[in-house]
Every structure is written in C-alpha cells, then in structure tokens.
C-alpha cells in the first residue's frame, strides 16, 4: 500500500493550489483528481475576474496551467475519486475507485461541490437527452432549439444568458417573483430579447416522447394551474452541494453539508484533516477564494506535520 505525506483530494482551484504549496514545501503530495479533473472551471468558459489575467483567461486553460505548476515542483496526480476513507487513526486510510488503497500522515479534502437536482419526474431518466446542468458543456447542442433554464440565482442567468448564443429562445423557470442573482446578472438577463420569464412556478415533470425532451410541466404558485413549456432542453441550474459522501460522516459538517473548519484555519474536526475549496465554504465559491484556502491548507498541512500545531492546535484556532 503506497503511503504519503499528504494526501490530497480533487483538482479545482483548491486542490491545485494546495499541490503547488505543499509541493514547493517538500511534501511531495499525491493527488486524487476526481470524476471531474480541473473542476468546475472546467465547465465554464472565460474568467474574467481571476487576478493576473488583463483580457481574462477560459477555465479548462487555468485549471491546466495551476496542474502544471503543481507537477513542476513534484505533485504526482492520479486519475480516481476517493469512495472512502478511514480517519479513524493515523496514517489516515484512502480508497481510491472502491480498490486501490492508500496512506497518508496528512489529507486535504478539496472535492468542491456539484450541482444539484430538482428531484422531479423524468429528470434523472433524461440526463443527457436534453437534461443537462452545464450550459457550456451543452448548450451547443441547442442550436436554434427552445430551452429552459431553472434557477434564480447568478447561475441560472449567466447560464440562460450563454445559452442565447444557440438557442432560438430560452425560458427561466424560477420558483419565486424575485430572483436570488446579483442585479448586475438579472439586468444582463432581462435585457436580452431571447430570454422568456416563468416567474413564481413550481417544477413538476420533464416531458419528453419517450426519448428525449420535449418539455417541462409547471404549477403556477398563484393560480395552481398546471401548465407545459415546450422545450428541446432544461438546464437545471439550482445551485451546488458539496461532495462529502465518501467522508460518511467522520468529518464535522454544517446544516447544508459543508465541512466545517475551525477558526481562521482549514483545519476540520479531525485532527491532520484538513479542507479547502468549495467543500468547506457556502459563502464565497470563487476560485480565487477556493486557490487562497487551498494555499491555507498547504500551510496548515506543513505545521501540523512539523509537529508545531498539534499541540496549540486550539490556541490557533481561536485566534
Ligand atoms: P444560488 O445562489 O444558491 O441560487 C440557486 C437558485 O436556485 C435560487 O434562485 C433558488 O431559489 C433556486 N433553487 C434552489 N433549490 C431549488 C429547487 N429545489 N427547486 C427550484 N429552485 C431551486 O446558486 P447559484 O446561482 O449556483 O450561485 C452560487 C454562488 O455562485 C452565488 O454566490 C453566486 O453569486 C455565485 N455565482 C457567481 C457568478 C458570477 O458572478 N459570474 C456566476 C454563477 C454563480 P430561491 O431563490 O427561491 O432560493
């Protein structure tokens, strides 16, 4: 069984930026990729608000530049998402894919979060036949076809918005009047002719013809009347959950399922655990937020190993 200093777990910003650290420092990290090498920011396209970047920079670009950094100063990546761990005792126990098994002194959770689903009739059946929740992966699929978005926060307009780049026309489907999204994404959103709004609704069933989609039942919230938006695509953009499954609650999480850290630190409730990324944070979700507490937790990784923090470790927490 291979064993390691540091482990760490998933390949956005976090995971990346906690390689390079913990790399630059000697530790000589290994790196689960996950079921979604890069991360997020591999589905999305240009990022304008990355610092360092004048003219912005496409996702799958950045994410590839930070794993080349990493590899540069001796980060070893492994394709494989971690199915359990056993944190039980030290080393710390990973399997990796349900087979391969590995040791580690120290862990760094930065599997990030996924997106979330309706839970309605139909959804999960059409996943991939016109049931999609990455407009950028997707939406060129849907040229000059009808498709609906739903959600009402940043997401759901940024991806409607996108989106009227193929589409004929797309229809937000949101569950309330008001929208959740920033005023400078709704005002992007109202102010294109292609995009249709079904305000105040409640989702019911994907419609499809046995195939693929061909649509999605609403019930008006005010009314209670029932009706059918026809549409090639349904874009479910709903916000995101974090990736905690595998942890099977040895890890201390919040009401929402996010690990909880402690302090001004990446350290969880498990002592040599640590997380970073949007794993661990429901607030910010950036990337640049994510790549800073991914350097946090390198850094915490490196004292904690040095033997420095266990011993004031509540002192460091409570600073
Ligand atoms: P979000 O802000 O949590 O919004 C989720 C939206 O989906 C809300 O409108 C919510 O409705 C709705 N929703 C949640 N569960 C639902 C369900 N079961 N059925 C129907 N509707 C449901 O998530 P997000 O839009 O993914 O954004 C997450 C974070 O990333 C935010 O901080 C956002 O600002 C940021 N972000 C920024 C950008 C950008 O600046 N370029 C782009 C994308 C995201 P309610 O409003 O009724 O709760």
New binding site residues.
């Given amino acids: 069984m291979e064993h390691r200093k540091v482990i760490i777990l998933g390949t956005g910003p976090a995971g990346y930026t906690a390689a390079i650290y913990s790399a630059r420092a000697d530790l000589e990290p290994l790196v689960f990729e996950g079921d979604e090498p890069g991360g997020q920011l591999t589905l999305t396209t240009e990022i304008e ?1 990355f610092p360092g970047f004048v003219d912005g920079i496409m996702g799958p670009e950045l994410m590839e530049t930070m794993k080349k950094q990493a590899q540069r100063f001796g980060a070893t990546f492994e394709r494989g998402r971690a199915t359990s761990v056993d944190l039980s005792k030290r080393p710390f126990r990973v399997t990796v894919d349900k087979e391969r098994e590995y040791t580690a002194d120290a862990l760094i959770l930065a599997t990030g979060a996924s997106a ?1 689903m ?2 309605i009739e139909g959804e999960n059946e059409l996943i991939g036949r016109g049931v999609s929740t990455c407009a950028t992966c997707d939406g060129f699929f849907f040229r000059n076809k009808r498709v609906i978005v ?9 991806e409607a918005t996108f989106l009227t780049k193929f589409a004929s026309e797309v229809v937000i489907v ?3 009047e ?5 005023k400078v ?1 709704q005002a992007r959103a109202r102010s294109n002719d292609k995009i249709r709004w079904e305000l105040n609704v ?2 019911q069933k994907v419609l499809s013809d046995g195939t693929k989609v061909t649509g999605l039942r609403v019930v008006d919230n005010a009314t209670g009347e029932t009706r059918d938006i026809p549409a090639d695509g349904v874009f479910v ?4 959950r974090p990736n905690t499954d595998f942890l099977n609650g040895q890890v201390e999480v919040d009401e929402l399922g996010y690990i909880v850290t402690k302090g001004n630190t990446t350290a969880t409730s498990v002592e040599g655990v640590f997380a970073a990324g949007d794993v661990m944070d429901s ?4 990337a640049i937020t994510a790549a800073g507490s991914g350097c946090k937790a390198a850094m915490d990784v490196e004292k904690y190993l040095e033997g420095e923090m266990a011993h004031d470790w509540s002192v460091t927490m409570n600073a």
């Fill in positions: 608000n979330k309706l839970g739903v959600g009402g926060g940043d997401s759901a307009m940024e949101h569950r309330r008001e929208l959740r999204a920033s994404m409640t989702t953009a709903i916000g995101h607030r910010y979700r950036q």
